[in-house]
């Protein structure tokens, strides 16, 4: 059966600083398509443009030139508010360093993404509180983030990237200085997610994580382009 297609790319490239002395074409030309429902790592040494491709893909940066296609609709030159919808309705994001925001609870993280919709607080709250029950941190909810071991952190970065429940999942080296149990915990969720439909594509140099059984497709890049692919 093949895959369908929810995220098209056709000759995109970024170029940071363009035009000035420090430029650097970090992605080039690349051709690809993410595949709906499935587990998507985007692998490569630092600097092989990995990161930057994410950030394209998630709306987070637009490309310098080519095409970025979301269900068949052109995204790539829409006005910032559009992109702005986009990210909070269509994507989740795990970033590398989590993000998380200090002097606040992991409760209060993880609710923060969804105020820009407005929904009612007691439901937001509610949701939140399931979040933490699934990715058994419940106990967790009223710890300042900075209390949290880096294995608590991640599960609440997760939960923060599911709160308006996104179709997609990004997750930039979700198990960069996680060990062994940690990142088997992180797979776990995400072979979950996947069950339940979730789209995942995440960056990661870690054969931890492009080896595992639950990953469908595998992207190599190397200098900004497409190495290999399967």
């Known amino acids: 059966m093949t ?17 000035r002395p420090n430029e650097v074409q970090a992605v080039v030309g690349i051709d690809l398509d993410i595949a709906r429902g499935k587990v998507t790592v985007l692998r490569g040494a630092s600097g092989s443009g990995k990161t930057t491709l994410l950030t394209v893909i998630g709306c987070l940066a637009r490309p310098s030139s080519g095409r970025v296609a979301l269900d ?11 992109l702005t919808r986009i990210r909070q309705e269509t994507f989740g994001f795990v970033f590398q360093g989590f993000n998380l925001l200090r002097g606040m609870s992991a409760l209060d993280n993880i609710m923060l993404p969804a105020y820009p919709q407005a929904p009612p607080h ?5 949701r939140a509180l399931d979040l933490l029950s699934m990715l058994r941190l419940e106990h967790r909810a009223d710890t300042p983030v900075e209390m949290l071991s880096g294995g608590e952190a991640q599960r609440t970065a997760i939960a923060r990237a599911l709160v308006n429940d996104p ?3 990004i997750a930039d080296e979700p198990t960069a200085n996680l060990d062994t149990a940690l990142t088997r915990e992180f797979l776990g969720i995400a072979e979950t997610l996947k069950a339940q439909g979730k789209t995942l594509i995440l960056t990661s140099h870690d054969p931890r994580v492009f080896e595992a059984g639950m990953v469908d497709h595998v992207v190599t890049l190397r200098d900004g382009r497409v190495e290999e692919r399967r």
């Not at 895959?3 to 490239?13: A, E, F, R, Y």
């Not at 068949?72 to 508010?81: A, K, L, N, Q, T």
């Not at 007691?122 to 509610?126: E, G, K, Q, S, T």
């Open 167 to 169: 179709p997609i999942l």
């Open 72 to 82: 068949g609709r052109d995204i790539s030159g829409m006005p910032e508010r559009f």
């Open 122 to 126: 007691r439901w937001l709250r509610r």
């Open 3 to 19: 895959d369908t297609v929810l995220i098209s790319l056709k000759k995109v490239s970024k170029i940071h600083n363009e035009g």
